[in-house]
């Protein structure tokens, strides 16, 4: 059968995106790319906030309407895990649903849409296969996301992902040693590890500090010239051993993703996030103390409830105290079934956006003076593309997808690692010339 397949939300959804896709290739299915050649349309939807919530039923309307008598509708992901109900009622032409942890159920779900091709399949389930040891293709060129674990136990009060996905459980080991392997050998440059707290990895599989290990272990198979790049970590999860193994590794970017979401201690605790600003403050000395050339990224929350200035105004000064290297800002979004959905002092969107607008323009500036410190550095980096005179690479600062680029004159079609001159900054990109074609150093 010909498959039409939408993802959307995070890099945890394209990676599920990827093993569906490459099920679904080994049991003979193609993919097309355009609705109209399909018989089967898949959208991976996202179910985090509102946003992407209304953006996951506006795709799947919008195929809806053009759904043609033979075509299939499927809802995969986060949103169909946490409102099938809903999801149906809002968009009756569905005509199948999978939750986040039975993904692998596409084959089985999609051949009996060809049986069968009335009422609705429901494959929402609470337990899934994480261990699935399914090939991926490298569907991102040189960089792979690699989930090590998914669901989460840390229970902050404005996340829904513990609703939707439950406990954490990680990947053994072996299987993600597995998938790098393959991912390695098709010619993928760098692996991304994610999980909602990669920092937390193995805890339920009865290791205390498991990232660490982890990285020690991916470190073995992975050529020193390629990349592991560290996302989404739980600022108390970070420990000494995985700063020294970060440091010590070369193949483990200095970089490092830890959202922080507030930075008043009051905020944090309504939040239920770790609220010791001195702890957090000492884990990102001893980061920057190990590597001094590590970039920083975090997550900011603006608006939670009962946010008032004075504690807007101690997030804008802990931004301007750490000096991250990128940060994102996020306007509040009340989430159903959490916590912070029903705590008093709802603050207006017309202030959480004023505050959003503010914060961003705050961080702008600091991102611009680190962008300033690094010109004149020369950096390894990724070539992503190239097109119209320019070529657009991407060095260990910088993640894909989320953060900036470095923007090169001319067009420089070899893919792999360059040397790259920095030459000028803007707030979020940088502009290089090539010095050598290279390996990571
Ligand atoms: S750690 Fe992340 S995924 Fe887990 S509850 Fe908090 S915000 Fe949600």
């Known amino acids: ?44 939807t996202c179910g985090f906030i509102h946003d992407a919530r209304e953006e996951s039923y506006d795709t799947l309307k919008e195929l809806a309407r053009g759904k043609l008598p033979h075509q299939a ?14 999801l149906c009622r809002r968009v009756p032409q569905v005509d199948a649903v999978i939750g986040t942890r039975s993904w692998s159920e596409i084959v089985s779900v999609v051949e009996g849409l ?112 390629s990349w592991l790049r560290i996302l989404y970590a739980y600022p108390q999860h970070i420990s000494d051993d995985l700063i020294a193994t970060m440091a ?29 600003l001195a702890m957090i403050h000492d884990r990102i000395g001893a980061l920057r103390a190990a590597m001094p050339d590590i970039a920083l990224r975090s997550t900011f929350i603006v608006g939670f409830p009962g946010e008032t200035e004075q504690e807007f105004d101690a997030l804008l000064a802990l931004l301007e105290e750490i000096e991250f290297d990128h940060v994102g800002v996020f306007s509040y979004s009340r989430e159903r079934g959490t916590p912070a959905a029903e705590m008093p002092g709802q ?48 060095s260990y600062r910088d993640a894909p997808e989320i953060d900036g680029m470095i923007l090169i004159e001319g067009e420089h079609a070899a893919p792999g690692f360059v040397r790259v001159r920095i030459t000028r900054a803007q707030p979020y990109d940088l502009v290089g010339e090539i010095v050598e074609p290279s390996e990571p150093a």
Request: hydrophobic residues 40%; negative net charge.
């Open 114 to 225: 060809n049986q069968q091709r009335r009422g609705v399949r429901r494959a929402v389930r609470d337990q899934g296969d994480l261990v699935a040891s399914v090939r991926r293709h490298a569907h991102t060129g040189q960089t792979a996301y690699v989930k090590i674990a998914d669901g989460c136990d840390a229970g902050c009060a404005f996340c829904a992902i513990p609703l939707i996905k439950g406990p954490q459980a990680s990947k053994p080991p072996e299987a993600i040693l597995r998938e790098a392997t393959e991912l390695l050998a098709q010619g993928v440059r760098e692996l991304v590890l994610i999980a909602q707290d990669t920092t937390a990895y193995g805890r339920d599989l009865g290791m205390a500090d498991g990232l660490p290990a982890l990285l020690r272990r991916l470190a073995e198979i992975a050529p020193e010239e």
């Open 1 to 44: 059968m010909n498959c039409y397949l939408v993802t959307l939300g995070c890099p945890k959804n394209e990676v599920d995106s990827e093993m569906m896709a490459e099920l679904l290739a080994e049991a003979g299915h193609r993919f097309v790319e355009r609705p109209d050649d399909a018989d089967i349309l898949i959208v991976n």
């Open 248 to 276: 010590a590794l070369p193949q483990v970017c200095h970089y490092l993703d830890l959202p922080l979401q507030h930075g008043h201690p009051a905020v944090l605790r309504r939040m239920r996030r770790p609220h010791d």
């Open 347 to 394: 603050v207006p969107q017309s202030v959480a956006a004023r505050r959003h607008e503010e914060a961003m323009l705050t961080q702008q500036e600091i991102s611009l003076r680190r962008n300033r410190e690094q010109i004149g550095r020369e950096l390894p980096a990724l070539i992503e593309g190239v097109g119209e005179g320019l070529t657009v690479a991407r």
């Open 73 to 86: 509708l499927v809802a995969a992901g986060c949103l169909a895990q946490r409102d099938c109900d809903g």
